[in-house]
């Protein structure tokens, strides 16, 4: 533990080696993300947009800009965008750029109208996990007008019931669509194998994987059906 707040370097997962400036994350637990837990459930969706030809990545919700600097060290010919309303974010996604070598542009509120003015009709990642606002931004509109683009949006159930049905219906027509589920922390002190895990009491396994989520999340994965012509 004293190791991970010093070195401040992700240790596993598809952004091992990206540096954090500080040892602290904006809306999430720090630690999970420096061991490379963090979201594990998602890795074969983040895989698969790593071998994408992206013109463009849209991180909603960037906090510290954990994927948006991720992103941007692996996919080095896309541009990428970083959306936070909070300041503190804002900031420290700066510093995590400049160090990890990642031009970005940050902002803080999206709105609908931006989908057009960025996207331009290219072939672009839609990153969402911004509490709630996703059913505000997500519609039958959106998904036909960026009907080349992929989405991957955390569903915030537990603030409205209604957000995956929506999402869904909102996608069902225009694209290819993957739903996972979160796993509860006590399952991941259990059940995950990290080599630097190895000799952790089931206490200290919990501090360092623990997320933390009010719920089980879904993550929806809606995969353009269009073969991309750049």
Same mark, same amino acid.
């Given at each position: 533990?004293?190791?991970?707040?010093?070195?401040?370097?992700?240790?596993?997962?598809?952004?091992?080696?990206?540096?954090?400036?500080?040892?602290?994350?904006?809306?999430?637990? !720090?630690?999970?993300? %420096?061991?490379?837990?963090?979201?594990?459930?998602?890795?074969?969706?983040?895989?698969?947009?790593?071998?994408?030809?992206?013109?463009?990545?849209?991180?909603?919700?960037?906090?510290?800009?954990?994927?948006?600097?991720?992103?941007?060290?692996?996919?080095?010919?896309?541009?990428?965008?970083?959306?936070?309303?909070?300041?503190?974010?804002?900031?420290?996604?700066?510093?995590?750029?400049?160090?990890?070598?990642?031009?970005?542009?940050?902002?803080?509120?999206?709105?609908?109208?931006?989908?057009?003015? %960025?996207?331009?009709?290219?072939?672009?990642?839609?990153?969402?996990?911004? #509490?709630?606002?996703?059913?505000?931004?997500?519609?039958?509109?959106?998904?036909?007008?960026?009907?080349?683009?992929? !989405?991957?949006? #955390?569903?915030?159930?537990?603030?409205?019931?209604?957000?995956?049905?929506? %999402?869904?219906?909102?996608?069902?027509?225009?694209?290819?669509?993957?739903? %996972? #589920?979160?796993?509860?922390?006590?399952?991941?002190?259990?059940?995950?194998?990290?080599?630097?895990?190895?000799?952790?009491?089931?206490?200290?396994?919990?501090?360092?994987?623990?997320?933390?989520?009010?719920?089980?999340?879904?993550?929806?994965?809606?995969?353009?059906?269009?073969?991309?012509?750049?």
């Amino acid at each position: 533990i004293k190791s991970m707040k010093r070195d401040l370097v992700v240790l596993n997962g598809p952004f091992a080696g990206m540096k954090y400036p500080k040892a602290r994350s904006i809306g999430s637990s !720090f630690f999970p993300k %420096i061991l490379g837990s963090y979201e594990k459930e998602i890795t074969n969706f983040i895989n698969y947009i790593l071998k994408q030809d992206y013109n463009n990545i849209i991180d909603i919700g960037s906090a510290e800009g954990y994927y948006a600097v991720g992103f941007g060290m692996r996919l080095k010919k896309a541009k990428i965008f970083a959306f936070d309303t909070d300041k503190s974010a804002q900031k420290i996604c700066r510093l995590m750029a400049k160090i990890n070598n990642v031009n970005i542009h940050i902002d803080g509120l999206f709105t609908k109208n931006l989908f057009k003015s %960025i996207t331009k009709g290219k072939k672009s990642l839609i990153f969402l996990d911004c #509490e709630g606002y996703e059913k505000t931004l997500i519609n039958k509109e959106i998904a036909t007008e960026n009907q080349n683009c992929d !989405f991957l949006i #955390e569903a915030h159930d537990f603030i409205d019931i209604y957000i995956t049905e929506h %999402i869904l219906k909102s996608f069902n027509m225009t694209h290819e669509i993957e739903i %996972i #589920e979160s796993i509860d922390d006590i399952s991941k002190v259990y059940n995950y194998q990290f080599k630097e895990l190895a000799g952790m009491t089931l206490s200290e396994k919990k501090e360092i994987l623990s997320e933390y989520r009010p719920n089980i999340m879904r993550w929806i994965f809606a995969k353009s059906k269009l073969k991309q012509i750049n």
